[in-house]
């Protein structure tokens, strides 16, 4: 039935969107290369209709152009690459982001992007990857794939930026500043609450802004009197454990960047209202095509027409109060509602509104815009927009995904909280409140999705985002992808970064009419954050650069970088590599170490105390070798193991007192090291009779080595008795420096003589600066590795793996002596641990004094087998050939025999030795 | 491990005796061996007796980690035997951690964006002073106008670049 004041196709002068009022400074930008002007207030993608734009980009996968659909978060089509500034911003949400002067805005997929895959659209359905790409490999297609997929593109030449972010603790969250929200968080606030308010758009007010005739002024005003919080421009896109919620936040300008919050609170209301679905029906991707709300948001909010004649489709009663105002506006309106007998009809008809009850869209369309609509009834209007209202869905996100749960009411056609979750409350729309003040008339919101049963599927649009047809949900149907998990996965719909908000109820309603189930039945997929897409530099914050991964500094690195030293990352501290410009430097390092003295800053060495009279118990427990019985003053070196009997440690452990020990394990274990030991301690020694301090942090250590360093510590006077016999190697004593405390210990890092000396923190440039003026030559740590290879000391981690135990690397008391509990005893008494075909640390020298790549497998048999790998490798200045270490199967047993390397394709021999290749006596100790 | 010198991709650490960051409400100062800092752990009434005697000054403060060991600030003089003294761990870590000083108008912000522990507490007490601060674990010592932030040594650098990065953006308060 028809009643209204025009018949028949409309035409006229005035055709598309345009902005009809409004005031504001302009605002220049351009869109594709063409000057264009928008208004302060504007977003961007009211600024393009106001221009009269209407496609605004192509999609993704046929090519169609596409026009701007909503006006919120939901939108699937207006995303675009935007330069301001210089700075290049690619995938910007044009229905969010505020119009800046200046902006260069490009569509994401434009006309001629990827011409081959617009041609052969029509061969590529739903399923066609899974299908086509099996033979000879899906990895031979891959990359192809992967080029053509995604949206936009980076430029490496724009820095992206991300706004300050943080933490924010409050009683109450309310999310969503529209009349419930506002109504909410004011209520909590006066109750003496400290309340936050947050919502995605640029003002509170919610969809109250162009629905409610609500004062929303005064409500913001007396929620801000209240001492409400509000944050505007910012969306909680994720509701995580104990009441935390993630909050994006828009910076002040594009090239700001997005900031971060975790808000935590242990109350939230969610007020955030409904989306609007639209309707089914062929060429319903057509620019020109709209969701009546955001019809009325453009004309309310922005002064924008869409349309000189819009066509309002709708089978509720929430596109009456659009096409009222439409027409008010000045636009030839014809509203189509499906419904025989619409209580509002009256109401529109009187404003000049065409009616047409009972009746539906079949088909719009036109060449690249909206040009006709045809009807049920087989009318054919002219129009140049179709706002379309296909009912609502209650903006659930966050409450299922704070572990709600949403199912569908078939009699009421949307979707309902199934039960209350603790900490969440629900208010206004999306609790199924849709009363207000401005309903002047009952309100009939509902509609449920209407699937076409005729008419040609393929042109039928469900996912614009991921152009997913009806016919693609059909065919996936067909093929038994029955659930909606399966029909997501099977033919993305609901992916990408509008999550399907438009797609995903449509998509379940058309699903369920192809396998002739309800919608009921069917269920929903799993709402997951984030509810918008969140930039990874806004997820990054001020985590980037230098900042991204927290290295340690030794307290000397100033003296380390005037000595020239190259600095570089070990184990999360910044050492010196060597000290000059680049690494030719190594060898006369190494060669001061054998010749003279030579000092390394050791300051990151643990220095981990253990106190109490179970101290030297728990040593026990902890090391692979009994520590209880050292004696006081003296050091012992030891490996500390997994429950699986691996090495994950070695080093020293000093006997300062009868229950006070000083653990000195490597840099870059110490924090494994304290939280074993500390987890140990509590819970097999009990709280009260040994506990474990940290003092690494305290103290620096200065390593001084080398025939000449007993005269080079001398001079300084730290300590008076130097006298080998004693203080012999693997002792230490008490001293001063400048006054401080200071602590002397003799052990070797480099295979001679060597002096360990630890003063505090605060002393360590000094004591440098001491060392190097009395003579000793500064090294790093490359020349270090060097040294201690020629030696063959291990370094934990290189030179062993996850499956070294002590025997492997020579040590066999553990295994075969101790009878006393320790981590690890278990797993070292298994057959396997005795095993003689395991890796063993052996040293591998070649005849010609060459050396083999750190790396190389060592190899043996036809087809050829891996039998070990080379873990250290130099070329030693010492002993003027190469030195290296290696794991290799059986190895004790093979010393004295040639064995394969293999290092990418090329091969050579090499003789198996002791790890030791420098000094195997050990008297340069005492030299 | 990269090839490069990384002397220019880490910046170098400020002399703490001078540091000092100024701007947008928050005054930020740094010291550096300057007081008496002591680990104690034990039971905690053995815990506190012992401080008790000991602990005096300007800002001296016993900061509790855990329920069995506390961090107790006390004046530059005050000497205590390392060891192990009647049931009580002792370690000094007087040059272990630099304290920053954080205050200001705005203070309460920034720290607030370091540390969701700190925004968590607000106004109130921490029941632990061993928080997450910038990504890194320190101790804080909240004062009326702000706090101190005991980082150590080694860290220090991070969270003091951290500190002037979050403090040359456009804004801090939520």
């Known amino acids: 039935m028809t009643t209204g004041p025009q018949t028949g196709p409309q035409t006229g002068p005035q055709t598309g969107p345009r902005r009809i009022s409004g005031k504001g400074a302009t605002v220049p930008f351009t869109f594709a290369g063409r000057r264009l002007e928008g208004r302060a207030g504007d977003t961007i993608a009211s600024a393009l209709l106001a221009n009269g734009i209407l496609t605004v980009g192509r999609s993704f996968k046929y090519r169609r152009p596409r026009g701007i659909l909503a006006a919120g978060e939901d939108e699937p089509n207006a995303i675009l690459d935007v330069v301001l500034n210089g700075t290049r911003v690619p995938n910007v949400r044009a229905t969010l982001q505020p119009l800046e002067a200046g902006m260069e805005v490009t569509p994401v997929l434009g006309r001629g992007a990827e011409l081959l895959t617009r041609l052969l659209a029509p061969f590529i359905p739903s399923g ?44 109450l969250c309310v999310v969503g500043a529209g009349r419930s929200g506002l109504g909410a968080a004011t209520r909590a606030a006066r109750a003496g609450r400290r309340v936050l308010l947050v919502d995605r758009q640029d003002a509170p007010g919610g969809a109250s802004r162009w629905r409610s005739g609500a004062d929303i002024a005064a409500l913001v005003a007396r929620a801000e009197d209240a001492g409400v919080t509000i944050w505007t421009g910012a969306t ?27 808000v935590r609170a242990p109350e939230v209301t969610l007020a955030t209202g409904a989306l609007e679905r639209p309707a089914l029906f062929q060429g319903n991707d057509l620019p020109g095509t709209m969701l009546a709300d955001a019809a009325l948001c453009y004309l309310l909010r922005h002064g924008v027409l869409s349309g000189a004649r819009p066509l309002v489709v709708t089978n509720n009663d929430s596109a009456y109060p659009v096409a009222i105002a439409l027409a008010m506006a000045g636009a030839a309106v014809t509203l189509v509602d499906a419904r025989q007998a619409p209580a509002w009809a009256a109401r529109a008809t009187a404003a000049g509104v065409r009616m047409v009850v009972g009746a539906r869209i079949v088909r719009a369309t036109g060449r690249g815009r909206v040009d006709v609509a045809v009807l049920t009834d087989g009318q054919r209007i ?78 039928t649009w469900v996912d614009l985002q991921n152009d997913v ?33 438009t797609a995903n109820l449509i998509g379940a309603a058309a699903l369920a009419q192809a396998t002739g189930r309800r919608t009921t039945d069917l269920g929903l997929t799993t709402y997951r954050p984030p509810y918008v897409p969140v930039p990874m530099t806004a997820l990054a914050g001020l985590s980037r650069g230098p900042l991204q991964t927290p290295l340690r500094r030794l307290a000397a690195e100033a003296a380390h970088r005037a000595s020239g030293a190259t600095l570089r990352d070990y184990g999360g501290l910044l050492r010196p590599a060597f000290y000059g410009p680049d690494d030719s430097v190594i060898p006369a390092e190494c060669r001061a170490a054998r010749e003279g003295a030579v000092v390394f800053d050791a300051s990151s060495l643990g220095k981990v105390a253990v106190m109490g009279p179970k101290a030297g118990e728990l040593l026990d427990f902890l090391f692979a070798s009994r520590m209880s019985t050292l004696a006081p003053g003296r050091i012992r070196y030891g490996l500390t193991l997994s429950e699986a009997g691996t090495v994950t440690d070695d080093g020293v452990v000093l006997r300062l007192s009868p229950e006070e020990y000083l653990v000195s394990c490597s840099s870059s274990h110490v924090r494994a090291f304290v939280a074993s030991a500390e987890e140990w301690r509590q819970t097999r020694f009990g709280r009260e009779g040994v506990h474990i301090h940290d003092r690494t942090a305290h103290w620096a250590t200065m390593s001084l080595s080398g025939p000449t360093s007993k005269a080079v510590l001398a001079k300084l006077g ?85 499956e070294t135990t002590p025997q492997d690397l020579g040590f066999d008391a553990p295994r075969l002596k101790r009878r006393e509990g320790f981590v690890g005893d278990r797993a070292l008494q298994l057959p396997v641990a005795g095993d003689a075909h395991r890796k063993a640390l052996v040293g591998l020298s070649r005849a010609d004094g060459g ?9 043996e048999g036809r087809p050829r087998r891996s039998i070990g790998f080379v873990t250290s490798s130099h070329l030693s200045p010492t002993l003027g050939r190469g030195v290296a270490l290696a794991l290799l199967e059986g190895g004790r047993a093979r010393i004295g025999q040639e064995v394969t390397w293999f290092d990418l394709g090329k091969t050579g021999r090499a003789t198996v030795t002791a790890p030791c290749a420098w000094d195997p006596e050990g008297r340069r100790l005492d030299a | 491990m990269p090839d490069a010198d990384r002397a220019t991709f880490w910046p170098a650490a400020p002399d703490w005796s001078r540091a000092r960051i100024e701007g947008r409400g928050v005054t930020v100062t740094a010291a550096h061996g300057d007081r008496g800092v002591y680990l104690l752990s034990g039971p905690q009434d053995a815990v506190r007796a012992l401080a008790a005697t000991h ?31 009647d049931g009580v761990a002792v370690s000094q870590l007087s040059d272990a951690h630099v304290r920053i000083d954080v205050r200001g108008t705005a203070a309460e912000a920034l720290l607030f964006r370091a540390s969701p522990s700190l925004a968590l507490a607000g106004d109130g007490p921490l029941a632990s002073a061993a928080v997450a601060f910038a990504g890194v674990p320190v101790l804080v010592e909240k004062r009326p106008d702000g706090a101190k932030i005991h980082v150590e040594l080694p860290l220090t650098p991070h969270v003091w670049h951290w500190l002037l990065a979050a403090l040359s953006e456009t804004e801090v308060h939520p």
């Open chain 1, 128 to 171: 066609f990857y899974y299908k086509t790409f099996i033979w000879p490999d899906w990895r031979f297609f891959e990359p192809a794939i992967r080029r053509m997929a995604g949206l936009g593109r980076l430029d490496p030449a724009s820095r992206a930026t991300a706004g300050p972010g943080g933490h924010l603790a409050v009683d």
């Open chain 1, 236 to 262: 909680a896109f994720g509701a995580y454990e104990n009441g935390r919620l993630g909050v994006l936040r828009q910076g002040g300008s594009l090239t700001l960047g997005d900031s971060l919050w975790e």
């Open chain 1, 382 to 459: 002219g129009a140049d927009l179709i706002a379309m209202s296909g009912g609502w869905t209650p903006t659930v996100h966050l409450y299922c995904q704070a572990g709600g749960k949403a199912v569908w009411d078939e009699g009421r056609s949307t979707l309902v909280p199934a039960f209350a979750v603790p900490g969440i409350a629900l208010a206004g729309r999306v609790a199924g409140d849709w009363t207000g003040p401005e309903d002047a008339l009952p309100w009939d919101w509902a509609g449920a999705p209407d699937v076409p049963e005729t008419g040609k599927a393929k042109k």
């Open chain 1, 469 to 501: 047809t009806l016919a693609d949900v059909q065919l996936a149907a067909r093929e038994n992808f029955a659930s909606v998990e399966h029909l997501k996965r099977y033919t993305t719909l609901g992916m990408a970064t509008d999550q399907g908000k």
């Open chain 1, 718 to 802: 730290i300590v008076t008795g130097l006298d080998d016999a004693a203080f012999p190697h693997m002792s230490f004593v008490a001293g001063r420096f400048q006054g401080h405390p200071a602590r002397v210990a003799r052990v070797s890092f480099t295979g001679e003589r060597g002096y360990e000396i630890s003063v505090p923190a605060g002393l360590a440039i000094p004591l440098w600066e001491a060392l190097a003026s009395a003579g000793a030559t500064p090294i790093g740590i490359e020349a270090l590795g060097w040294l201690r290879a020629e030696k063959g000391f291990i370094y934990v981690g290189q030179d062993t793996d996850g």
């Open chain 1, 851 to 859: 050396t083999i790549p750190a790396g190389a497998h060592l190899i």
């Open chain 2, 55 to 85: 602990i005096s000054g300007v800002c001296a403060c016993l900061l509790p980690i855990a329920p069995d060991r506390a961090l107790m600030v006390t004046a530059p003089e005050v000497t205590l035997d390392e060891g192990w003294q």
